[in-house]
């Protein structure tokens, strides 16, 4: 009972303090607190993105009944939140239409759908303890965490995008488009990291 309880209170706490940040980084996307001047050092930016990863990152360490509830997920469990990334069409989307340059946009949403569309399937197969499924779910976190670490890079650095192009980018520091690199992003980056620490730590099934 008692670790029912502890799950059902990591759920609530993970969940309430998501909701804060997600609303604090909308009101500070309003006041342009994630705009910054592209000039030859990425410190600001670098600071906004590692901030909300560095914020969940000691929510897992410092609050017991989060990292109980994130120790008790399955593999299968922390995989399939990774299909919500189809919001990666989004990006080819503002790319069709010239909002966001192709050097960002395309690596970015093509490497999002591919992640989402293999989730499920990764997940089932876990669920099912079909063979190689472990090892399938290594490759899809290992690329995964690939996946976002280039578009971060960049969204930051502007590799591939032309100097010319790098303001486009800026939608990206204003909401709600913000929600995305400042909550989510985190978010699954940690998922990665959790799912990969019980692959190499956790008995196989």
Excluded: C
Aim: proline share 6%.
């Amino acid at each position: 009972m008692n670790s029912t309880k502890t799950t059902y209170g990591g759920v609530i706490v993970a969940i309430m303090l998501s909701i804060v940040w997600m609303l604090v980084t909308a009101t500070l996307s309003t006041l342009g607190f994630y705009e910054y001047q592209r000039n030859d050092s990425h410190i600001s930016v670098i600071i906004t993105v590692l901030t909300p990863t560095v914020f969940f990152a000691m929510l897992y360490v410092f609050f017991p009944a989060i990292k109980s509830w994130t120790r008790n997920l399955s593999l299968a469990m922390l995989t399939l939140p990774h299909a919500w990334r189809t919001v990666g069409f989004t990006f080819l989307a503002l790319w069709f239409y010239e909002i966001l340059p192709a050097g960002f946009a395309a690596p970015a949403g093509f490497g999002d759908f591919v992640i989402a569309i293999a989730a499920p399937f990764i997940a089932v197969s876990l669920w099912l303890k079909w063979s190689g499924a472990i090892r399938y779910a290594l490759w899809f976190n290992i690329l995964g965490l690939l996946d976002l670490f280039f578009a971060l890079l960049t969204g930051m650095t502007g590799f591939g995008v032309p100097i010319e192009r790098m303001v486009d980018i800026d939608p990206m520091t204003a909401f709600p488009m913000v929600i995305i690199p400042a909550v989510f992003v985190p978010l699954l980056v940690l998922a990665h990291v959790i799912s990969l620490v019980k692959i190499v730590t956790e008995p196989r099934f």
